[in-house]
């Protein structure tokens, strides 16, 4: 009987109220088209956008590590491992663009921030504390509605259209995110483990979550 509690609890658990995951990592162990972890936050626009993770996996082919979904807007802001093995896709109110000659040996922990200002359009990647260029995505338009945040998934639609094939199996840690562009200094205070101020959207500190399928807290 105790086996059993574990085992729906393992596959289904919602942690509404804030959880401190300082030093630990959820575990996605298997590609499927159900595992994935829930973000919860009650904010509702942004107009512009940080999100920062970290991340370790030995995937070859395509996996999806961020994925915020609105009703209007399926990839409302997605963070998407190509298949190339240096070209990451960022996507903003449906529109996208890939950052290249990036580089991700496989195995090992990688940090990784995006930004999105939706004044200006332009997107920028800090990969393991090394920014990109900045390259334009959509402007005008801020990310509005409820928004429904996944880690280790793609949505190809509101809150699912899995695809196991583009399912993340690795680690993710440290996960952050702020309803505006983060400074320099904030980024690279993130990237050393020294100071920077968590996230107000999502804040690993205090994370809000709900795990949907074999993942671990670690």
């Known amino acids: 009987m105790e086996k059993l509690l574990l085992l729906m609890v393992m596959f289904a658990s919602c942690y509404a109220t804030p959880q401190d995951l300082s030093g630990k990592l959820f575990v996605l162990p298997m590609e499927s088209n159900t595992n994935h972890v829930k973000l919860l936050t009650d904010k ?6 940080t999100v920062c993770l970290r991340f370790l996996t030995d995937l070859t082919r395509s996996y999806g590590l961020f994925s915020l979904s609105t009703p209007s807007h399926t990839n409302a802001f997605a963070l998407i491992k190509m298949k190339s093995t240096d070209v990451i896709r960022v996507y903003a109110l449906n529109s996208r663009t890939d950052f290249l000659s990036l580089s ?4 090992t922990w ?3 921030c995006a930004t999105w200002c939706s004044d200006s ?3 920028q990647l800090w990969v393991d504390g090394k920014p990109t260029i900045k390259r334009f995505i959509k402007s005008g338009q801020p ?3 409820t928004p429904i945040t996944i880690l280790g998934q793609e949505q190809d639609s509101y809150g699912g259209g899995f695809d196991g094939n583009q399912s993340f199996i690795g680690m993710i840690s440290k996960v952050h995110m702020w309803d505006y562009v983060l400074s320099t200094t904030e980024i690279q205070g993130y990237v050393t483990g020294e100071y920077f101020t968590p996230g107000n959207v999502v804040n690993w500190r205090a994370l809000e979550y709900e795990i949907s ?3 671990l807290v670690e």
């Open 44 to 49: 509702t626009l942004f107009r512009s956008t």
């Open 104 to 107: 991700f040996p496989p195995n």
């Open 110 to 112: 990688h940090s990784m």
């Open 121 to 123: 359009g332009l997107a």
């Open 143 to 145: 990310i509005a509605g």
């Open 213 to 215: 399928g074999m993942i």
